[in-house]
């Protein structure tokens, strides 16, 4: 269906009147090529090419409230692809921005949109960018951000075909168009010809706009090679009424949606001046709902309501507190109206007081005083006041933190004799340089565990009011302090033990009871009291410090830890012989009978034997070689000669000297093979 259209706002509105065509497009700023064409209707673009055209609507969107706009649009009579030599391009967008009315885009495939950011628009595509992601049809598209590529993220919907028959809109016809927006469910819809085309939901505020609420929108339009005549149309009942609040007397023009050329009925017709028309004045005398049945823009018949509310102007004040006192040192006046907008308020000192602030509806007030707030509607059209007076209580109760005091590390704490002549006193102590409590520092008389000035700050509870008293409390409470030493070596076969050296101990002035622990429990240490112990056996070794004057101790706030050589201390138990000897090959493997231990395969058993005695034996049981006792592997020679192949009787005996003495013996079977 080809009609005019309407832009209807379901936000609260008050009712506009358009009285002729001039004043209408005054709502309009021109950006580009985009001329006025009459009618409300505005040209973006003449068919020539690479033009550019905007139009800004002067009345901004408020993204918090819902809306729902129809306009025209006529895409030109330039059509085809392929061959044709002006296939039409490049399209219009519907455009929601953040730059103002001043804004003009990128001509071509960017249809004026391109260079907006933050934006979303809706584009009305009749060329076909490959590049861009384009179908080949017309088409429709949700776009954020100045970008018309469907390819990328910008792309929040579509393309989908303009029409559900995927028809060529550049035919010269006018097509109805529809946007919704719902913003509690977060959704935006688009309707072509009357048709649902597309929807995606998004949280326009946050994740387009950047927290903006308030956008200005219109239209854009751009040619590249190709072109088109691209136009769009609004008309005077652009923003149709919303609810409307009125003093008495006053009256209204309300303004009713829907196609112009069509008839209008309001009911009831009470205190209308005509019910017939779109644009009738309303002046009852009390609140009145007017419904409106009209025609819309696609022939279908629908119903609007309006509320016009008439009452006498009221307005009451109220207070979050009614008395000022110290826990409240301000209470803020807030006036509320019966009328549900439109009210202005001003604020004075009636009796005494002090007004620290007002905006409109709201007054903070520092002093007991009597206030007063007028309220105002329409410029004065209805008044009427209300007044308020406030209280103060800002008595204390007294503060006595009790005498001053002396501990130390064998009295390591005193109990404060704190108090109030108040009946219920809120107590709270506090103390600076260096004091220290121990449990609940919020009742009269807590126990102090450190030297230092304790203040004692007293709260009434009924006014948040306070007094405060501080005592001193000397204290000699020195802890050690310690800096830990390091072992002089690793515990191995040949130091058996280390000393821990190294370690001093601060201030001066102090006899020191010093104690190690070990971290696996005792008897590794030979002198656990000095400061230079003796280490026995491996692991972390912990250091306390206890002052003699004072009787406070510090536990070092890490451990010396002493080491063992891996190598040291170990199991000779499985060692083994190979029976298999390939001497002189060079191929790697079994050049040299070399024994091995068979559970610790990382430790080379030759070079952690003290003893090592091999004798060879041939089968005749004559002995064809013996060592000289080192742990060295043999080579299978004897007076440097390989022996021959063939079978042997080998005996080793080994010991290891390690901290205690292991030795063992093996007698078998070697084979000798070249």
């Known amino acids: 269906m080809r009609v005019s259209a309407y832009i209807c706002f379901l936000s609260t509105l008050f009712a506009l009147t358009f009285i002729s065509e001039a004043k209408a497009q005054e709502q309009y700023t021109l950006q580009g090529d985009a001329i006025a064409t009459g009618s409300n209707c505005y ?20 993204l918090e409230q819902p809306f729902h706009i129809q306009f025209k649009m006529n895409f030109g009579t330039n059509s085809g692809a392929g061959g044709s030599s002006n296939p039409g391009a490049d399209g219009m967008m519907f455009v929601m921005q953040t730059d103002g009315p001043t804004a003009l885009g990128l001509p071509g495939e960017g249809l004026g949109f391109a260079g907006f950011s933050p934006s979303l628009g809706i584009e009305f595509d009749t060329y076909w960018n490959q590049n861009m992601g384009d179908i ?23 393309p989908v075909t303009a029409t559900s028959e995927s028809t060529d809109i550049e035919n010269g016809e006018d097509y109805a168009v529809e946007i919704v927006w719902d913003p509690e ?3 935006i819809e688009v309707y072509f010809d009357c048709e649902f085309r597309l929807s995606t939901n998004v949280d326009l505020i946050n994740d387009i706009f950047e927290g903006s609420t308030i956008v200005t929108w219109g239209f854009t339009a751009a040619t590249g090679g190709a072109d088109n005549v691209h136009t769009v149309c609004l008309y005077e009942n652009a923003t149709p009424s919303g609810d409307v609040v009125l003093c008495l007397g006053q009256t209204t023009q309300l303004i009713a949606p829907g196609d112009l050329s069509q008839s209008f009925i309001w009911e009831p017709a009470d205190f209308l001046s005509d019910p017939n ?65 439109g009210v202005s308020f001003f604020w004075e000192v009636v009796d005494e007081g002090n007004i620290v602030s007002s905006i409109d509806w709201g007054a903070v007030v520092n002093e007991a005083g009597t206030y007063q707030v007028n309220a105002s509607f329409d410029d004065g059209a209805c008044t009427t006041e209300d007044t308020y007076t406030i209280e103060i209580d800002t008595i204390p109760f007294n503060a006595d933190a009790g005498p001053d005091g002396v501990i130390n590390c064998y009295e390591p704490y005193l109990v404060l004799l704190g108090g109030s002549d108040g009946e219920n006193a809120e107590y709270i102590w506090t103390t600076s340089e260096n004091g220290e409590f121990f449990g ?9 565990i450190a030297g230092g000035i304790y203040e004692l700050t007293v709260t009434n509870p009924i006014n948040g009011c306070i007094s405060s008293d501080d005592m001193l409390l000397l204290a000699d409470f020195t802890e050690p302090e310690i800096l830990l030493g390091e072992p002089n070596g690793v515990i191995n076969c040949d130091n058996l033990s280390v000393s821990i050296l190294g370690t001093e101990i601060y201030p001066d002035g102090y006899t020191s009871i010093v104690e190690w622990s070990w971290s696996e429990g005792e008897g590794a240490l030979l002198n656990p009291t000095s400061y230079q112990p003796t280490a026995l056996l491996p692991g972390d070794y912990l250091l306390t410090v206890t002052f003699l004057e004072t009787g406070c101790s510090t536990v070092a706030n890490s451990v010396v830890t002493v080491e063992e050589d891996e190598s040291s201390f170990i199991d000779i138990s499985s060692l083994t012989v190979p029976n298999v000897l390939t001497p002189g090959t060079s191929n790697g493997f079994n050049d040299y009978l070399t024994p091995f231990l068979k559970d610790l395969p990382e430790v080379s058993a030759l070079s952690v034997l003290d003893v090592f005695n091999l ?17 060295l592997a043999w080579d299978g020679r004897a007076n440097g000669s390989l022996l021959s192949p063939g079978s042997y009787i080998i005996m080793i005996d080994y ?16 084979e000798i093979i070249h």
């Open 43 to 62: 040209q973006l673009t003449d068919a020539l090419p690479n033009e550019i055209g905007a139009v800004w609507y002067e009345e901004t969107i408020n």
């Open 136 to 158: 080949v049809a017309d088409h429709i598209g949700i776009m954020t951000n100045g970008s018309v590529n469907h390819n990328l993220a910008t792309s929040l919907a579509g």
């Open 185 to 187: 469910e977060q959704y």
């Open 277 to 341: 028309i779109y644009n009738p004045t309303a002046s009852p005398i009390s609140t009145q709902v007017y419904t409106v049945t009209y025609t819309d823009f696609c022939g279908d018949i629908q119903t609007s309501s309006v509320e016009v509310f008439v009452e006498p102007l009221e307005v009451e004040i109220s207070a979050n507190y009614d008395t000022i006192n110290c826990i409240n040192t301000s209470s803020t006046l807030l006036a509320s109206s019966n009328f549900p907008s």
């Open 440 to 448: 609940n520092s919020n009742i009269a008389q807590p126990t102090a």
């Open 615 to 631: 004798k060879v034996f041939n089968r005749w049981g004559i002995l064809v070689f013996q060592n000289n006792g080192l742990p």
């Open 655 to 670: 010991m290891y000297l390690c901290d205690e003495v292991q030795t063992g013996s093996h007698v078998g079977p070697l």
